[in-house]
């Protein structure tokens, strides 16, 4: 099954503060078809896991745009550009490229 | 809007069954893959099984780590998916998660197997 390490595993930041969160990937994820499905959730406290952006960088509606993914191949990030107190929870870098699916094992953002 | 909720939760020990449900609304159900993803007590996602639908002959797949102890089905009359889960380990421990392409999430329910 393919690997996703996420850095960090925790993350201390304060609001407005811009952060980056790195997947990586232990094979490419570029499909076939040409697509690249590695996503990212959040995890609020207490909530279920939500999808924040789908294929490397496609915002999910209602995400603010703050948010944003980029990358290729194994290397991918998230970044939060200003940091607010509603994003505060556990982000999880998912890939669907290689069956199955995988998680990746979590980043803890939390108030400095 | 899209909802999916779960049911069937519980304390089992191990070696026992368990079927959890998931119920849905909101989308096109007869047509969705669905799937059953669980997050165990250290807060790891792991990715359990999955079903397609009628286009599909209704396809099934499973983690090895459930393989040949879980079965996964839906009822499209009803718009539910469930799972079927024999011979339960204490590492079976989780909370039950359906998703609907990891767009939609029911509220997880928390299975614990233990003596």
């Known amino acids: 099954d393919v690997v996703l390490t996420q850095t960090p595993p925790t993350l201390s930041a304060t609001i407005g503060q811009s952060v980056s969160i790195s997947c990586r990937s232990s094979?490419?994820?570029?499909?076939?078809?040409?697509?690249?499905?590695l996503h990212w959730l959040l995890q609020r406290p207490g909530q279920s896991p939500q999808l924040l952006i789908y294929s490397v960088s496609r915002l999910e509606s209602g995400v603010p745009n703050r948010f944003s993914g980029s990358g290729s191949g194994t290397d991918f990030t998230l970044k939060i550009s200003g940091v607010e107190a509603e994003d505060l929870g556990v982000y999880y870098c998912?890939?669907?490229?290689?069956?199955?699916?995988?998680f990746g094992g979590g980043t803890k953002l939390e108030l400095k | 809007e899209v909802q999916l909720v779960e049911t069937g939760g519980g304390l089992v020990q191990p070696g026992k069954s368990l079927k959890l449900t998931c119920a849905t609304s909101?989308?096109?159900?007869?047509?969705?893959?669905m799937d059953w993803v669980r997050q165990s007590p250290e807060k790891q996602l792991e990715w359990v099984a999955q079903?397609?639908?009628?286009?599909?002959?209704?396809?099934?797949y499973y983690a090895e780590s459930v393989k040949g102890r879980f079965t996964i089905s839906r009822d499209d009359s009803k718009s539910s998916v469930y799972l079927q889960m024999n011979s339960l380990k204490e590492e079976d421990t989780a909370i039950y998660y359906c998703t609907y392409i990891l767009w939609g999430w029911g509220q997880g329910v928390m299975v614990t197997v233990s003596s």
């Open positions: 094979q490419s994820l570029l499909h076939s078809n040409g697509n690249t499905y």
């Open positions: 909101g989308f096109t159900f007869s047509n969705a893959w």
């Open positions: 998912v890939q669907g490229t290689h069956a199955p699916w995988t």
């Open positions: 079903i397609k639908d009628k286009s599909n002959n209704y396809a099934t």
